[in-house]
């Protein structure tokens, strides 16, 4: 999918050397997976501190759920 984007031709330059890759497209791609795979863990550490464990099977209802399975 071809998309034209208006990117800070410095930011540009600097993640190219930084990132080592060849191409402004493997930058880019690369730039996007990596603020993807970031904001995805900060919403798992969000998430630390709201599970009670009284909420949580034992190992023994683990294992007979995995039985089942």
């Known amino acids: 999918m071809a998309t034209n984007l208006q990117i800070d031709p410095q930011l540009l330059e600097r993640a190219l050397q930084v990132g080592g890759k060849r191409t402004k497209r ?4 690369e730039a996007l997976t990596e603020y993807i795979q970031r904001r995805e863990q900060l919403k798992i550490l969000d998430l630390f501190g ?15 759920q995995r039985k089942r399975a």
């Open 26 to 29: 493997e930058t880019v791609n």
């Open 50 to 64: 709201t599970v009670d464990p009284q909420d949580m099977l034992s190992d023994e209802e683990l294992r007979e």
